[in-house]
């Protein structure tokens, strides 16, 4: 019924439409969302694990979860991430993927809602020290759609890797145009 109401809600009356999906199958991955440049692309999430009726997590400064915004951000797919300055985070959620049977990390790689010209490669190295693959989905406005694109496992080159997981992006354009990230030709 929940996914019927997201489904409602999102394509009925916003008008908006899921592409593609995550197989069950894949209980593990990083999910990169791009571009990133409001914090609307958290609701798009919201909406569009609802209506793939799938879990999606994301971490969060561990300041958030307290009563009674924990219940909220739980609910969502939140873990409360420690972000001092002398703990390795990529460890850290390596850690994070070891302890939990599901976990479906969606993250911005380009580590704001700012224009940026290149990536944080934070992403690539947690799919790596976890051995799990890299899901790249488009938050595409121009469109109005969700895009899912298949699993993508890191080869350790990352020069390669990157150019090849932002060929996804091209064209793509975030809520706010002129911050939408631009792949390097």
């Known amino acids: 019924m929940k996914q019927i109401?997201?489904?409602?809600i999102f394509c009925k009356i916003f008008g908006w439409k899921v592409v593609g999906t995550i197989t069950p199958i894949v209980k593990k991955c990083v999910i990169i969302a791009v571009?990133?440049?409001?914090?609307?692309?958290?609701?798009?999430?919201?909406?569009?694990?609802?209506?793939?009726?799938?879990e999606i997590n994301y971490v969060a400064k561990k300041e958030l979860f307290v009563f009674p915004f924990n219940y909220f951000f739980t609910w969502t797919g939140g873990t409360p991430l420690n972000r001092q300055k002398n703990e390795n985070k990529v460890d850290?959620?390596?850690?994070?993927?070891?302890?939990?049977?599901?976990?479906?990390?969606?993250?911005?790689?380009?580590?704001?809602?700012k224009k940026v010209s290149e990536w944080k490669t934070g992403f690539y190295y947690m799919a790596l020290k976890a051995n799990v693959p890299i899901v790249p989905v488009?938050?595409?406005?121009g469109r109005?759609?969700?895009?899912?694109?298949?699993?993508?496992?890191?080869?350790g080159n990352i020069e390669a890797d990157i150019k090849f997981l932002e060929?996804?992006?091209?064209?793509?354009?975030g809520k706010v145009p002129e911050l939408s990230y631009v792949p390097k030709e």
């Open 5 to 8: 109401i997201y489904k409602f």
């Open 35 to 54: 571009p990133h440049t409001s914090w609307w692309d958290f609701f798009l999430g919201i909406f569009s694990r609802g209506i793939l009726n799938i």
């Open 92 to 113: 850290t959620i390596a850690k994070i993927f070891q302890e939990k049977e599901v976990f479906r990390l969606a993250i911005a790689p380009e580590g704001t809602r």
């Open 138 to 141: 488009a938050f595409d406005y």
């Open 144 to 155: 109005k759609e969700v895009v899912y694109h298949e699993p993508f496992y890191p080869t």
């Open 167 to 173: 060929s996804y992006y091209k064209g793509v354009i």
